[in-house]
């Protein structure tokens, strides 16, 4: 598959999805390990409608592909979704569909570098998710990365004979630190400075 590296971390980079990966996506989103963590559990996906949906996604949203370093091998994506330019905001969803990747730090850092992407080349104020109250994994993602909890919707959703709150958070603009576009603009304006070569536009 053939990846680009759009924002750099660590363990992962983001790049813009590739359908050559359709295949993955398809076999992730009908595993009911996963889906209990997401609200397409209930739906029935085959490769064709995960295609559309895919599609769907990178035409009405910024959605990135998770990329592991060492490999390049697509392991999940995440998004911000619904924008709102008169408003600056969003909302942001994230999955690892790789499971040999879990509890292994990748979706908090692709997590901390779609918030930079958000925050600081889309301009956005503020970002908020929605998380079932059960997905401990992911709640301690979003709290280690700056999320604070700002609501509950209770008893929202029934799933293996019993009710769950959906919790809400968000992060906004001033509470976030850049772990990348930041430091790349004030090295790339720093160079540019050394060499009498800014320029504008």
Known sequence: MKYYKKLIGEKCYLSPISLDDVERYTEWVNDMEMGLFMPFSKVIIDL??????????????????????????????????GISSVHRHSWFGIFIGDKTYWNRGIGTEATNLILDYGFNVLNLNNISLEVFDFNKRAIRCYEKVGFTKVGVRRKYVYIAG????????????????????????????????????ITFG
């Not at 769907?56 to 592991?68: G, P, R």
């Not at 009710?163 to 790339?188: G, M």
Request: negative net charge; charged residues 35%.
């Open 48 to 81: 064709d409608k995960e295609r559309e949906s895919l599609q769907q996604l990178m035409k009405e949203s910024f959605t990135f592909a998770i990329v592991e370093r060492e490999i390049n091998k697509a392991v999940g994506n995440c998004s911000l979704m």
């Open 162 to 197: 019993k009710y769950h709150d959906v919790v809400i958070y968000d992060i906004l603009a001033e509470e976030f630190e850049s772990p990348y576009v930041n430091q790349i603009f004030e090295r790339s304006t720093s160079e540019e400075a050394g060499r009498g070569k």
